[in-house]
T-cell receptor
Framework: KAGVTQTPRYLIKTRGQQVTLSCSPI?????VSWYQQTPGQGLQFLFE???????NKGNFPGRFSGRQFSNSRSEMNVSTLELGDSALYLC???????????????FGPGTRLLVL | QQQVKQSPQSLIVQKGGISIINCAYE??????FPWYQQFPGKGPALLIA?????SEKKEGRFTISFNKSAKQFSLHIMDSQPGDSATYFC?????????????FGAGTRLAVHP
């Protein structure tokens, strides 16, 4: 079974631009979560999408948004980029059983975003 | 209330030794505690996880010890190997409410010297 894939792997943008990152979950997984990883703040939860709906949201400004498609693939968008948005953006997928039991979250390799 | 505190920040262990990483949490609603391992250039990978109704869980050389009253849990790596050199993250989540959100500790960089 193929793992979580993220594209692109590396990205360089300038301040004020916007960026869209893509995540393809493991086949059959319905939940996609996004995390930001920086040396200073560590791993921080951005949001989770399940059945094309945002289910959970972290403490990030509205410049960070996402969506999920009917095939469970997800995109996240960051508008008006700031220098502090430079980070590794990780996507994780899980089965998301409706019973609420925890399913393992499988992480992709991440997209390394550098904002100049 | 949402924090997970992890220590030490870095750890050096000789091959064959025991690596111990500790985490503490505040939110008593947390009910799922995984440990992730991350190698450079890779995403985190689940190592082992525990629920609060169990005080210890062992998988191979990796053991989680859980102390519910102290709100602490730890990872023990027995017979540490150079290949274990990586960054380790503890995490906590409240799955009973349907939350699929992991709160991570700051990470521990482990170096196992041959």
């Amino acid at each position: 079974k193929a793992g979580v894939t993220q594209t692109p792997r590396y990205l360089i943008k300038t301040r004020g631009q916007q960026v869209t990152l893509s995540c393809s979950p493991i086949s059959g997984h319905r939940s996609v979560s996004w995390y930001q990883q920086t040396p200073g703040q560590g791993l921080q939860f951005l949001f989770e999408y399940f059945s094309e709906t945002q289910r959970n949201k972290g403490n990030f400004p509205g410049r960070f948004s996402g969506r999920q498609f009917s095939n469970s693939r997800s995109e996240m968008n960051v508008s008006t980029l700031e220098l502090g948005d430079s980070a590794l953006y990780l996507c994780a997928s899980s089965l998301r059983l409706t019973s609420g039991g925890q399913e393992t979250q499988y992480f992709g390799p991440g997209t390394r975003l550098l904002v100049l | 209330q949402q924090q997970v505190k992890q220590s030490p920040q870095s750890l050096i262990v000789q091959k064959g030794g025991i690596s111990i990483i500790n985490c503490a949490y505040e939110n008593t609603a947390f009910d799922y505690f995984p440990w992730y391992q991350q190698f450079p250039g890779k995403g985190p990978a689940l190592l082992i996880a525990i629920r609060p109704d169990v005080s210890e869980k062992k998988e191979g050389r990796f053991t989680i010890s859980f102390n519910k009253s102290a709100k602490q849990f730890s990872l023990h790596i027995m017979d540490s190997q150079p290949g274990d050199s990586a960054t380790y993250f503890c995490a906590a989540s409240r799955i009973s409410g349907g939350y699929n959100k992991l709160i991570f500790g700051a990470g521990t960089r482990l170096a196992v010297h041959p």
